[in-house]
T-cell receptor, first 108, second 113 residues
C-alpha cells in the first residue's frame, strides 16, 4: 500500500462544475503540498498546509491531521484547470513523498 | 526573482554513458531536493542537500549521486546509464529544510538509448 493515496485517478468534468480531489496518507507528516503539473512537466506548488484550510482564488485546500486526510477543491472549474494534481507529504527534512496524481480534464 | 533553473532541458544519452544535471535554486534558498518521474513509478525522491551536505537519500542505486556547492547550486550525476534511467528529473528548492514551500524547476528530460 502506498504511503500517499489519491482519488480519483482520473476525473472529467464540465466547465463550471465543483471538483474535489482527495488525499489520504499513512505516515507522520510535518506538512502537505498540493501540486499542479501541466503537460511538459513543470510542477507548481498550489498550497502547503499543516492544519486547517487555505484558499487561493477558486482553489481551496483542507487538511485533517487526526484523520490523515486532505482535499483539494476547485470551484467553477475551467478548461485551463486541466492538469495533473498531485498530493505530496513532507516526512523528513524537505523530502516529499507523492501520491500517484489525479488527471483532471475540464471540458468546455 | 528568478525561479529554479535546471539545465539542460533535454538530453539524449547512450547506455553505459554518464550524465550530469544541474539545478540552480531560487536566490537565498539553501535546500535542494532531486526527484525522478517515470510513467511507471511516478515521482520518487532521490536526495536532498542542505548547506552542501546530503541530508536525505532515497532508495536508488549508488550510480545516482549528487552534490551541492557553496552557492547552493546542485548537480546530480548518473553513471553507467541504463534504459530504465530515462525519466524526467526534477529539482525543488526551499528556503530551509522542513516546513517550507518547495519551488520546482521545469525538469530535465533524459532519454537513454
Amino acid at each position: 500500500k502506498n504511503e500517499v493515496e489519491q482519488s480519483p485517478q482520473n476525473l472529467t468534468a464540465q466547465e463550471g462544475e465543483f471538483i474535489t480531489i482527495n488525499c489520504s496518507y499513512s505516515v507522520g507528516i510535518s506538512a502537505l503540498h498540493w501540486l499542479q503539473q501541466h503537460p511538459g512537466g513543470g510542477i507548481v506548488s498550489l498550497f502547503m498546509l499543516s492544519s486547517g484550510k487555505k484558499k487561493h482564488g477558486r482553489l481551496i485546500a483542507t487538511i485533517n491531521i487526526q484523520e490523515k486526510h486532505s482535499s483539494l477543491h476547485i470551484t467553477a472549474s475551467h478548461p485551463r484547470d486541466s492538469a495533473v494534481y498531485i498530493c505530496a507529504v513532507i516526512t523528513s527534512g524537505s523530502r516529499l513523498t507523492f501520491g500517484e496524481g489525479t488527471q483532471l480534464t475540464v471540458n468546455p | 526573482k528568478a525561479g529554479v533553473t535546471q539545465t539542460p532541458r533535454y538530453l539524449i544519452k547512450t547506455r553505459g554513458q554518464q550524465v550530469t544535471l544541474s539545478c540552480s535554486p531560487i536566490s537565498g534558498h539553501r535546500s535542494v531536493s532531486w526527484y525522478q518521474q517515470t510513467p511507471g513509478q511516478g515521482l520518487q525522491f532521490l536526495f536532498e542537500y542542505f548547506s552542501e551536505t546530503q541530508r536525505n537519500k532515497g532508495n536508488f542505486p549508488g550510480r545516482f549521486s549528487g552534490r551541492q556547492f557553496s552557492n547552493s547550486r546542485s548537480e546530480m550525476n548518473v553513471s553507467t546509464l541504463e534504459l530504465g534511467d530515462s525519466a524526467l528529473y526534477l529539482c525543488a528548492s526551499s528556503l530551509q529544510q522542513g516546513n517550507t514551500e518547495a519551488f520546482f524547476g521545469q525538469g530535465t528530460r533524459l532519454t537513454v538509448v
